[in-house]
């Protein structure tokens, strides 16, 4: 379990790093998996080039346009993603902050999250809350490094303390994410920390906490598997996209 003073970290900060919560031949494992079903496309998936984010390809008829940005519903692809999302190492931990009946999230996040060196796109400023519809703004993410995430390969940044902040609507582009014209959001973003993972690290966030991620600058494609947690009682609301796949309850 998370000390008490960790347990504090998270409430103040909105996020915190547990190191080596997943063993090394787990993560070459998943790494592995994941590379299988990046040569073979398998589906679903989510390419760049349908994103559009600063430093996608055009289109996937473009260079580089077939290029997977992220490989969906990660729990029904292999049992060892599965295994993992609802291991004793996450439930203990995720306990303390959702209570006892915790819910696996399928319809967002539930995947291996990539950045490649030549076509991997910028991440903007951005709440993972503003895209899912629930009845109250409480999820968790917990992102495990199946590798070394650093600046230079497409790490995430975050802004400590920005889950507690009620952001006005207009402080956010049409495609939700942070205007950076603005005074006020320049400043807070001078609060931005990077996140420095290694293989097996684990870092647990609010669905409400700023964060972003650059390109990778490296040789190497970056692989994180990433999942979603919220209460029992705290339901996803209807004919929205946080409905659309079944969540699962944790024993």
């Given at each position: 379990m998370f000390t008490p003073d960790e347990v504090e970290t998270f409430n103040r900060d909105g996020y915190i790093v547990g190191r080596r919560l997943a063993d090394s031949h787990l993560c070459d494992r998943m790494k592995t998996i994941a590379q299988d079903h990046l040569a073979r496309e398998t589906p679903p998936v989510e390419y760049e080039a349908d994103l559009r984010y600063p430093g996608a390809p055009q289109s996937r008829g473009a260079p580089g346009g077939r290029t997977v940005?992220?490989?969906?519903?990660?729990?029904?692809?292999?049992?060892?993603?599965?295994?993992?999302?609802?291991?004793?190492?996450?439930?203990?931990?995720?306990?303390?902050?959702?209570?006892?009946?915790?819910?696996?999230?399928?319809?967002?996040?539930?995947?291996?999250?990539?950045?490649?060196?030549?076509?991997?796109?910028?991440?903007?400023?951005?709440?993972?809350?503003?895209?899912?519809?629930?009845?109250?703004?409480?999820?968790?993410?917990?992102?495990?490094?199946?590798?070394?995430?650093?600046?230079?390969?497409?790490?995430?940044?975050?802004?400590?303390?920005?889950?507690?902040?009620?952001?006005?609507?207009?402080?956010?582009?049409?495609?939700?994410?942070?205007?950076?014209?603005?005074?006020?959001?320049?400043?807070?973003?001078?609060?931005?920390?990077?996140?420095?993972?290694?293989?097996?690290?684990?870092?647990?966030?609010h669905c409400r906490l700023l964060h972003a991620a650059g390109r990778n600058r490296s040789g190497e494609t970056k692989y994180s598997a990433v999942f979603t947690y919220c209460r029992a009682d705290n339901r996803p609301v209807a004919s929205t996209r946080s409905a659309s796949l079944p969540s699962i309850a944790l024993n």
């Open positions: 940005r992220r490989l969906l519903q990660a729990c029904s692809r292999d049992r060892h993603f599965r295994d993992w999302a609802s291991s004793g190492a996450l439930l203990i931990r995720l306990r303390q902050w959702l209570g006892p009946q915790v819910m696996l999230v399928q319809a967002h996040h539930n995947c291996v999250m990539t950045k490649h060196p030549r076509f991997g796109s910028l991440t903007g400023w951005h709440q993972d809350i503003r895209y899912w519809s629930f009845e109250r703004p409480e999820l968790i993410s917990v992102w495990l490094a199946l590798g070394p995430e650093r600046e230079n390969n497409g790490g995430l940044w975050l802004v400590p303390g920005s889950h507690l902040i009620d952001f006005d609507r207009a402080r956010f582009d049409d495609a939700l994410f942070i205007r950076q014209d603005l005074v006020s959001n320049r400043k807070l973003l001078e609060r931005r920390v990077p996140i420095r993972l290694d293989s097996g690290d684990v870092l647990f966030f």
